[in-house]
């Protein structure tokens, strides 16, 4: 069982920045990706971000590509994504999640982070 918790401050004005973190625990945690989805009111869940495990490879959506950095720390088990010039509708809850080893796809969540971005 992996259990994900994300933090990060959730006001900022648009133009701003900011940085959300996720810490995964387990008794053995092996990831094969970990990612940021995100969901707005009214609309469906969305990808926003995934970093490779083992490389560090990078994804993201066109809609934050180049404003939004994601990154790892193995040691630890946890990501982290920069977000910088950030518009307002970025406003979203944001969910960390985990694609551990044997699975196909994204099979742990946080509990999600509400992230609001002001006008």
């Known amino acids: 069982q992996v259990q994900l918790v994300e933090s990060g401050v959730v006001l900022v004005q648009a133009g701003g920045s900011l940085r959300v973190s996720c810490a995964a625990s387990a008794r053995t945690f092996s990831a094969v990706a970990m990612g940021w989805f995100r969901q707005a009111p009214g609309k469906e869940r969305e990808f926003v971000a995934s970093?490779?495990?083992?490389?560090?490879?990078?994804y993201y959506a066109d809609s934050v590509k180049g404003r939004f950095t994601i990154s790892r720390d193995i040691r630890k088990n946890t990501i982290s994504m920069q977000m910088d010039r950030l518009k307002p509708e970025d406003t979203a809850v944001y969910y960390c999640?985990?694609?551990?080893?044997?699975?196909?796809?994204?099979?742990?969540w946080g509990q999600g982070t509400q992230v609001t971005v002001s006008s």
């Open positions: 970093i490779r495990w083992s490389g560090g490879t990078t």
């Open positions: 999640a985990t694609q551990t080893v044997g699975s196909d796809r994204y099979n742990y």
